[in-house]
């Protein structure tokens, strides 16, 4: 059904939520839309409170034990009534540690988010950032509540599996790697549209022989809205004693893929200079390492913190003279860590240590936000750190154009303009 968004006809037409007044004389078309995003991410909230405030029922699926960095996931009274958010739980700990726990754990979250998404009949089922054989039960349940399925395509996990599954394990990585590499292929060419986050994507989809007529490249943005500029003092900052300091700050997962050795190098190179601070603010496994490792050691210029809310991001943000971002080189060229891109929000400089091919390097590049150095190299990343230390003039031109990019590229109004049309043709595919 098209709906012609107006006043009066908003305004009286029983059970109607209102439209914002922004799309007021825009022609949609109302849907029932779940948009599941695994890990929560921020940027994923944006776009469904986007959607809600066009008219559209949306419901905002996520994993409520992923350890990672979350969005706004509960309701703010500006929310429209047409946005609800639902976690899916599992009712025990993930671990991503042991390999069978963790499949298992997949399954289980598949089952129950594909009953939760079926119950909720949507129109159309945006996931991503979802383990595959989770993913192929939301796309089986989608199916039984006849909505269309977008494949929202954050990285290539059967690539990305395969690779680190055959140097873990040479003769059964190879095999599972194989499974999961056409078990990734079989739920692309039988998605209804494809979200690919990067014009790069595409030689990876045709390596996985699917055609890429139905896919859509819309990258992936930093949530500006939630992050306006705030004070290098702020009341976080004053609060956890950084106001007078000079902060290195990482925030974020820090897991199998982010190396905590270049944090603690950093550590190491400052620890002479009672101004500086290395900031982590995060969770993970590799997080757990670094923080025994300097209780045991007493490195007193190491600051270890819990992830933080979304309400207090912006700040904690703001905090940092320097913002840090990791990959390993395992980590496949494809991705690009969410926390890059709202560090850029942030209008603070960025030093990257990332594979060099990693699409990461890529937007940072283009931004002209930060340095970046290849992953591994140690002495090259303290170096670096060490000139932007020695650079304020620099530090903030790059912190200028970092968002200045922001502003320029995570434009939520034009991005769910490219949602909707995506939706529109995946449901009429369907």
């Known amino acids: ?215 859509e490249v819309i990258p992936n943005w930093g949530a500006l809205d939630q992050l306006p500029m705030r004070s290098r003092n702020n009341r976080w900052a004053r609060e956890h004693g950084l106001e007078d300091k000079f902060v290195f700050l990482y925030s974020g997962t820090l897991a199998l893929k982010h190396n905590p050795d270049l944090l603690w190098a950093l550590a190491k190179s400052f620890e002479h200079d009672p101004d500086v601070a290395i900031v982590v603010v995060g969770a993970g496994v590799s997080y757990d390492a670094l923080k025994a490792r300097a209780e045991a050691e007493g490195q007193s210029n190491l600051v270890l913190l819990p992830l933080q809310p979304m309400e207090v991001f912006a700040d904690v943000l703001a905090s940092a003279d320097i913002l840090v971002a990791l990959l390993e080189s395992d980590a496949g060229p494809f991705s690009v860590p969410s926390k890059v891109l709202n560090y850029l929000c942030a209008g603070r400089p960025i030093l990257l240590s990332a594979p060099t091919d990693n699409l990461s390097v890529k937007v940072l590049s283009r931004a002209a936000a930060g340095e970046c150095v290849p992953a591994g190299h140690r002495d090259a990343f303290v170096a670096a750190a060490q000139c932007l230390r020695d650079a304020p003039e620099k530090r903030v031109k790059l912190g200028e154009a970092a968002r200045a990019y922001a502003e320029g590229s995570f434009d939520i109004s034009a991005i769910a303009d490219r949602f909707e049309s995506l939706f529109e043709s995946a449901v009429a595919r369907a």
Request: with cysteine.
């Open 1 to 215: 059904m098209v709906q012609i968004s107006t006043v009066e006809s908003a305004a009286t037409r029983a059970g109607a939520t209102i439209v914002d007044a922004r799309y007021m004389q825009r022609p949609i078309r109302s849907q029932r839309i779940a948009v599941h995003d695994y890990c929560g991410h921020p940027f994923q909230f944006e776009l469904s409170r986007e959607l809600a405030r066009r008219g559209h029922d949306v419901r905002h699926f996520f994993f409520a034990e992923d350890a990672g960095p979350k969005g706004a996931t509960q309701r703010s009274p500006d929310d429209p009534d047409s946005f609800s958010v639902e976690p899916i739980s599992i009712g025990r700990a993930y671990s991503k540690s042991n390999l069978i726990q963790r499949r298992q754990a997949d399954l289980l979250y598949g089952r129950l988010a594909g009953a939760k998404i079926e119950s909720f009949s949507p129109d159309v089922t945006i996931s991503g950032n979802t383990p595959l054989e989770a993913q192929a039960s939301i796309l089986r349940s989608a199916r039984r509540a006849d909505s269309a399925f977008v494949f929202w395509m954050q990285d290539f996990y059967s690539l990305a599996a395969a690779h680190i599954l055959r140097r873990k394990v040479p003769v059964l990585g190879h095999m599972v790697g194989a499974y999961y590499k056409h078990l990734e292929a079989s739920l692309l060419r039988r998605s209804d549209g494809i979200v690919l986050i990067s014009d790069d994507f595409k030689q990876a989809l045709h390596s996985l022989s699917v055609a890429d007529d139905k896919s």
